[in-house]
């Protein structure tokens, strides 16, 4: 009997190699039994995670019209040419109208005035027009009982080279904005 009990406590007795070897009191089969469980579920998770990715991978290269993501990228290269082509062309007429815009005229005034102190009504006027650089003219209508007479001066940086009568010269002032009336 002594033999017996010294069989069973040092495992070699042929049920314990069938059911495997105990250890701290657990069986070694079934740590390998929940070994390959959580194996397998991480495998199934993987798998899931694997074909989600597939489908998303395959929706962004197909497109949701059926375009591909290399057609996609090549159309949005075109565009962009064609963005930086046109924004060139707009940039150089900017610069144009600019130009243009410095060289119309920008400043006005016009005084009007009696020429005649017989003739009433104001019917005589001075008009200045000048550029963002104060250049442009001074035009002097003069009107009596005979008729009208006209007459241009040209200004240049906003200085007239020959004199200037007091409507005129008031006329210059307000289209500089120099004097406000």
């Not at 197909?62 to 082509?85: F, M, P, Q, T």
């Not at 940039?91 to 006005?108: C, G, H, P, T, V």
Request: charged share 25%; glycine share 8%; with cysteine.
């Amino acid at each position: 009997m002594a033999y017996e009990e010294e069989k069973m406590v040092s495992g070699n007795d042929p049920a314990s190699l069938v059911y495997g070897v105990e250890v701290a009191g657990i069986h070694i089969l079934y740590i390998f039994i929940a070994l390959w469980l959580c194996v397998i579920i991480w495998l199934a998770v993987l798998h899931w995670q694997n074909k989600k990715m597939k489908k998303r991978l395959e929706a962004l290269v197909r497109g949701a019209a059926g375009e591909s993501l290399e057609d996609k990228i090549e159309r949005i290269l075109k565009e962009n040419v064609y963005i930086a082509s046109r924004q060139s062309a707009q940039e150089a007429e900017i610069r144009q109208l600019m130009d243009y815009s410095r060289r119309s005229f920008q400043k006005y005034a016009m005084v009007r005035y009696d020429a005649f102190e017989q003739m009433g009504g104001k019917l005589s006027f001075c008009l200045c027009m000048l550029d963002q650089e104060k250049n442009g003219f001074i035009l002097n209508s003069v009107h009596n009982r005979e008729g009208c007479y006209v007459y241009i001066k040209q200004i240049e940086r906003g200085i007239c080279p020959t004199g200037l009568g007091r409507e005129e010269g008031q006329s210059l002032e307000m289209a500089m904005g120099e004097l406000v009336e």
